[in-house]
């Protein structure tokens, strides 16, 4: 007897036999049919119901979702890959570029110039014609004697009895091209206040960040440099153990050392908790969200680069404010100007209610509207004079921060050179101090040195590398900050 398995795959169907050779549908046919119905106890047109109903559900089987799968999700084996979140950012500039794209300020900033711009595009619209609908629906009631005299009412030569009217006016300023460039000179001028605002709040972020990064890897190097020394002082420890145990030292000077190395492990877990707080407040800072505590890369100090002068953020945001001034004063001679509109209108208006009225009463009309001013107090010079008296503040604010830069970059340069000179003495006492640890050591394993001795020569080497890792931090920190007045 041969035995038929029905396979499917994607969603078609194929006879296999019991020796794994595939027999078409289309071949053969009614043989296999006669040979399934003796094993199946079903007549030849019961099977053939049968297997075009599994054909007909084969398709539905398909599209039916797995247990734990939600109806229209994807095929487990046709998921697209997950993307895995960008690591930790460890260098100075992938810092800077996180914080820059995580910014709620610069996205404000960006925000704003796009409003400026749709700004734009409503000054245009209201130059164009505008139209609006005006209906009215008034009704002045007069009470006559009997002699007809009006007692109580409005007079009706005035009031007509009422008024009704529905009309469609389209007005369009004419002649105002002087208005039209003063405002737009506005915009334009605050469009260029906030790309400049932008600017210097991309600096002042740039400027936190930097130096919250050389905070936090200040606290990284003496956290690697207190580990380093804690791995000396233990290797240290098991041979000053066998010096003990020879007799060479005593116990009472071997406990002075193993006090030493529980305190340098106390001071490994102060620095630890230090840099994890740097650490913590600079991507808090930057806007990453991670907690792992991983080492950031040593930062590259900026080239020197010459004061900016008045294409600076700093000096152009009084340039911006020159401009500005000047075009209050413009805005306000523009309010004082005659504006002329031309005005036209169409519908129905009436002194009657009645359809029959209503009827006769559609028209058209047109004109010209004008407005000049005549009298206000002189509230124009007035304006001036809050104009003048902006324009002298911002003078002096100028004429300050320009001393105040040319003074700070001068300073600056000055604490870089004091920084060089610190730097070259404090490494020239480190690499002393560094000779002599060894020496000691070397004479520690031998007896030649006392334990106390060779305690006191590691403390001052602890004080010197504490002090040439601050050393290194100001100096970049001076150096990036000449590099932001530079630019600033």
């Known amino acids: 007897m041969t035995f038929y398995l029905l396979h499917v795959h994607d969603g078609l169907s194929t006879l296999h036999t019991a020796s794994q050779r595939p027999i078409r549908p289309t071949q053969n046919f009614p043989r296999i049919l ?6 199946l106890h079903l007549t030849s047109s019961a099977l053939r119901s049968t297997l075009l109903y599994i054909a007909l559900l084969l398709p539905l089987g398909a599209a039916v979702p797995a247990r734990g799968q939600q109806p229209g999700a994807p095929a487990v084996l046709n998921s697209a890959p997950t993307l895995t979140p960008p690591a930790s950012p460890r260098r100075l500039d992938d810092f800077l570029r996180v914080a820059r794209q995580n910014s709620p300020l610069l996205r404000e900033n960006a925000n704003q110039l796009g409003q400026n711009r749709i700004d734009s ?19 002045y009631p007069s009470i006559t004697n009997s002699r007809g005299e009006s007692v109580v009412g409005y007079d009706n030569a005035v009031t ?14 004419i002649l105002n091209r002087f208005q039209l460039q003063t405002d737009y000179q506005i915009l334009a001028s605050q469009g260029a206040v906030l790309r400049n605002t932008g600017r210097l709040s991309a600096l002042d972020l740039r400027r936190s960040i930097t130096d919250q990064f050389l905070t936090a890897y200040a606290a990284e190097t003496q956290l690697t440099f207190s580990r380093s020394l804690l791995t000396v002082l233990r290797q240290q420890d098991a041979q000053l153990r066998q010096l003990v145990n020879a007799g060479i030292f005593k116990q009472t000077q071997y406990l002075s050392f193993y006090l030493s190395v529980r305190t340098q492990e106390v001071t490994v877990e102060q620095d ?20 792992a505590l991983v080492t950031i ?6 080239t020197h680069r010459p004061l900016a002068g008045l294409l600076a953020p700093a000096q152009r945001q009084y340039t911006l404010d020159s401009l500005r001034l ?4 413009q805005a306000i001679d523009a309010t004082y100007r005659p504006k002329l509109s031309a005005v036209v209108d169409a519908g129905l208006q009436s002194s009657s209610y009645l ?25 124009r010079q007035l304006q001036y004079q809050r104009i003048e008296l902006s324009e002298q503040s911002r003078r002096g604010y100028r004429q300050f921060i320009t ?21 070259a003495r404090i490494r020239e006492q480190v690499r002393v101090a560094d000779a002599l640890v060894g020496a000691a050591r070397q004479q520690l394993a031998t007896g030649d040195v006392a334990i106390l001795d060779y305690l006191n020569l590691v403390t001052s080497y602890r004080t010197l590398q504490f002090s040439l890792t601050q050393a290194q931090t100001e100096q970049l920190r001076s150096r990036f900050a000449l590099d932001y007045l530079a630019e600033q």
């Open 34 to 39: 006669r040979e399934l119905c003796p094993i």
């Open 121 to 139: 595009l409503v000054r245009a619209r209201q130059n164009g014609v505008q139209v609006a609908g005006i209906g009215s629906a008034l009704y």
């Open 160 to 173: 007509n009895g009422g008024n009704y009217a529905a009309i469609a006016q389209a007005t369009k300023p």
């Open 272 to 291: 630890r908790l230090a840099y994890r707080r740097e650490l913590g407040t600079l991507r808090a800072l930057a806007g990453v969200a991670d907690t």
């Open 297 to 302: 890369e040593t930062p590259s100090p900026p």
């Open 326 to 329: 000047r075009l209050d004063r």
């Open 355 to 379: 359809p029959v009225a209503l009827a006769h009463s559609v028209g058209i009309g047109g004109g010209l509207q004008i407005a000049v001013p005549i009298f206000d107090g002189h509230q």
């Open 403 to 423: 001393v105040q830069r040319r003074q700070q970059y001068e300073q600056l340069e000055g604490l870089i050179r004091a920084s060089d000179a610190l730097l």
